[in-house]
């Protein structure tokens, strides 16, 4: 018997997608039984940024309508031998299409097969939103280091406690250390003074996201990617083991090196 | 002092309206309206009784007190008496002309500031007991042993603790004092009846927007370090002033 976590944040772009592929990805590549379900119905992305967007035959949608079964819906990552599994969103139908029943009824079944049952929420605190939490167990709220996402954050933080979901964990996505140095930009301190919920981990703003993204390989599965080592990092603290937190010193290229030398940089 | 043309006193008996004896009725009567209005938040199934002092109504104006009164939502009109006029030291604690003095309790009962009694012989007295300048006469006090996220409200007649956080975005609205025990970095409305006397305390008092009874102010600009030790904001000469909160005397 699996967990159901729903991937969500309130705010919008902030990276619960990309979480969620990387997630799965290195759950999967971990061993894990893995399902990843998309409910951003109308707008879906999950599909895009695995790489399975043309295998698409049936969606969530045609299995709460009754034109398949859950099973044919069903997309296998063939990177991962049975191991990793899409249920993609529709593209041509809306939030409506779908009720916060139905989707208890799906992922009652889901996770009786898969370790676990990843939901990727759409953003907002509507039907969608509503339709995402409704089945699961466990939240993980995806943030960025930034005032307004910070904000919404804690307005879901909120919602997820009305819904009986307690202690969620955070994910701090797109951190940049220079700018936190500078003062420029929040730091995980500040974040934890407002949501005071529990950090499961930190991914750094990579540009390697914007490769895999386009290409469909989740940077999880890049060794050289900073953010790919984070993802691979709370994917291990999500089986249980304790691993300690990147070091999120600033990236010294040469003039770096040249400028801590001569002592212009502390 | 100015003589106010329709003062609403609490009874255990239900709400006075008390109107001047010196007035048009047109003009009390509209007051009358006017206040009802501005104070619906917090009118919960009152019996009214009037007091005319000497004037003697005829039945149109009747018919339009029962009106105007029963136009509210709640209120029902009981009596209308014949009292002498209530006495000047009622007033001293009147110290904003047109404020409603009355505070309500959430079990739909209402206390003023001194309470007022009804005597046996049917007269409207204020009690012996003077209420001492530390307390507010708010007798029902809201204790919330949690952080209130963005979004969350509280609305409560009464005075109101949060053990706990309250984030951005979370507001309370309180009729007495909002006290905080953690970051306030809400919007705070204390005395939202009218109280002018009501205070907002916190660990660190840091709002978004901060307001006692009808004034509303915020941090000045700049200033995003805020502050380092307990701090209490209250209405001083007609402005909110904050100040450092000592533990001892006051």
Known sequence: MGTV??????????GKTTTVANLGTGLAALGKKVVMVDTDIGLRNL??????????????VDVVEGTCRLKQAMIKDKRFDDSLFLLPAAQTRDKNAISQEQMQEICGTLKEDFDFVLIDCPAGIEQGFKNAVAGAEEAIIVTNPEVSAVRDADRIIG??????????????NRLRPHMVKKGDMMDINDMLDILAIELLGVVPEDEAIVVSTNRGEPAVLDRASKAGQAYRNIVRRMDGQNVPFMSMEAETGFMGRLRKMIGLDK | MKRE?????GTKGGLVVILDGRQEFAVLAAK????????????????????????RLDETEVRCLQDIISAQHGLHLLEIVNEPEVSEDTEDFDLFPDDNEVFFTPDGGMAAGPELERGKAGEVRPSERKL??????????????????????????????????????????????????GSFRGV????????????VAAFRLNPT?????????RSPDGDSTGPAAPEIARIKDGKVVIEAFWLHGS
């Open chain 2, 132 to 181: 001492e300048e530390k307390e507010t006469g708010d007798s029902n006090t809201l204790l919330v042993k949690r952080t209130l996220r963005s979004g969350q409200h509280i609305r409560y007649d009464g005075s109101v603790a949060v053990l706990g956080d309250v984030n951005p975005g979370a507001e309370i609205i309180a009729s007495g004092d909002i006290v905080v025990l």
């Open chain 2, 209 to 217: 927007q901060l307001r006692i009874a009808n004034i509303i102010t």
């Open chain 2, 32 to 55: 009358l309206r006017e206040k009802l209005k501005s104070a619906t938040a917090f009118f919960k199934d009152a019996k009214v009784i009037v007091n005319v002092a000497s004037r």
């Open chain 2, 5 to 9: 043309a329709v003062i609403f006193k």
């Open chain 1, 5 to 14: 976590y729903v991937i969500t944040s309130g705010k919008g772009g902030v």
């Open chain 2, 188 to 199: 705070a409305h204390a005395g939202a009846t009218g109280n002018v006397r009501a205070i």
């Open chain 1, 159 to 172: 919602l997820l406690e009305a819904a009986e979901l307690h202690s969620p964990k955070l994910v701090v």
């Open chain 1, 47 to 60: 599909d895009v940024v695995l790489g399975l967007e043309n295998r698409i035959v049936y969606d969530i």
